[in-house]
């Protein structure tokens, strides 16, 4: 028995979310993924994914590994080119390396980095539409990266769970989050031990709330401490979001 590691970036626009749906035919990332690498090593392959990314987020560092029979990879670049030649051309394998087998993408991680992207110009500009949430409105800046950093540090962040999740705790670390701007693009880069469902779309969501001054920045604390799901900002958009990295 062999384990393999396998790091990945996808464009999710055209996907609903990476992991298999049962009972359903819409397509996802580890759908194809997994009938490739079927297709290759001749025998049935499930993979095991670091994060569960939903419909329409985007990766360039998605980690996953599966468990084989039979040893595929005594040089990575041609196993890399023989499964990225069996998906479609907005699934990418980027990496491949032979892991222990006790090694499990999702458990053994130790933090994950996400970008949150907005497109704050008048227009929404066409080659970035599908990546950035467009918000058109005037937005002040300082006090975003104000609120932002309320959220540094261990929190029970129930206020930012998304309906639907089914986590055992909703205490999380977040170690760093830095806000940066370019152009009219305000970047958020998340960095922490784990994410609640839509925890970083809702987050993006209340912060772009701050910049509209619909939120005060000090209100943070208190969204924080309640609990409550309805006091904090919307859901922002899937398309902004990227996994950006993994680690271990």
């Known amino acids: 028995m062999f384990n393999t590691k396998l790091v990945i970036a996808y464009k999710g626009t055209n996907y609903c979310g990476f992991q298999v749906q049962n009972k359903s035919n819409n397509p996802t990332i580890q759908h194809y993924l997994n009938g490739a690498l079927t297709k290759i090593f001749g025998e049935e392959i499930t993979t095991h994914m670091a994060s569960r990314t939903d419909a329409g987020v985007h990766a360039n560092g998605q980690v ?16 890399i080119m023989a499964i990225n030649a069996n998906l ?3 699934i990418r394998v980027l990496e491949a390396e032979k892991v222990s087998l006790d090694f499990h993408s999702r458990y053994n991680a130790k933090g994950k980095l996400y970008s949150y992207t907005i497109d704050n110009h008048i227009a929404q500009r066409p080659l970035t539409k599908e990546f950035t949430w467009h918000v058109p409105q005037p937005l002040q800046l300082e006090n975003i990266k104000k609120g932002a950093k309320y959220f540094l540090g261990t929190h029970d962040f129930t206020s930012f769970r998304g309906s639907g ?47 509209k001054g619909k939120i005060k920045a000090e209100e943070i604390p208190r969204i924080i401490e309640v609990k409550d799901r309805k006091k904090a900002g919307p859901t922002a958009p899937p398309q902004g979001l990227i996994l950006e990295k993994i680690y271990y």
Do not use: S
């Open 64 to 79: 996953v590994n599966f468990k084989h029979l039979k040893d595929r990879l005594p040089e990575p670049q041609r196993l």
């Open 88 to 90: 479609p051309k907005d």
């Open 165 to 211: 999740a089914t986590t055992k705790t909703t205490v999380r670390t977040i170690t760093d989050f830095q806000v940066l701007e370019e152009n009219r693009y305000i970047k958020f880069l998340i960095e922490g031990n784990g994410f609640l469902y839509n925890m970083v779309r809702i987050i993006a969501g209340t912060l772009i709330e701050v910049g």
